[in-house]
Nanobody
Framework: QVQLVESGGGLVQAGGSLTLSCAAAGRTFTIRPMAWFRQPPGKEREFVASISPGGYNTYYADSVKGRFTISRDDAKNTMYLQMNSLKPEDTAVYSC??????????????WGQGTQVTVSS
């Protein structure tokens, strides 16, 4: 069974950068991470970015476009999120998801446990 594991979260000052990773591990590697979501404090989970197999197509929420870059390494079955020019409103638990290619959380069947990103002023 495939499991997704996020890493790279932490505490940064506004304007700083972080890179998140999402690795798919287990006995099989047939499920590929496709999207990043985040859940700010007191808010519902929201779409951040997605990427198709091979990286041919990428999609970004308007709130992060121009600041975040999603990428993947299919050989490692790992997905990344480079976050630049971070703002306090980016503070959230960031989760990766697999099993779909959409901006709707309930479309995805596989999730990591999430990694906390905190951006201070």
């Amino acid at each position: 069974q495939v499991q997704l594991v996020e890493s790279g979260g932490g505490l940064v000052q506004a304007g700083g950068s972080l890179t998140l990773s999402c690795a798919a591990a287990g006995r099989t590697f047939t499920i590929r991470p496709m999207a990043w979501f985040r859940q700010p404090p007191g808010k519902e989970r929201e779409f951040v970015a997605s990427i198709s197999p091979g990286g041919y197509n990428t999609y970004y929420a308007d709130s992060v476009k121009g600041r975040f870059t999603i990428s993947r390494d299919d050989a490692k079955n790992t997905m990344y999120l480079q976050m630049n020019s971070l703002k306090p409103e980016d503070t959230a638990v960031y989760s990766c998801a697999a099993g779909a290619m959409s901006n709707t959380p309930r479309d995805y069947g596989y999730w990591g446990q999430g990694t906390q990103v905190t951006v201070s002023s």
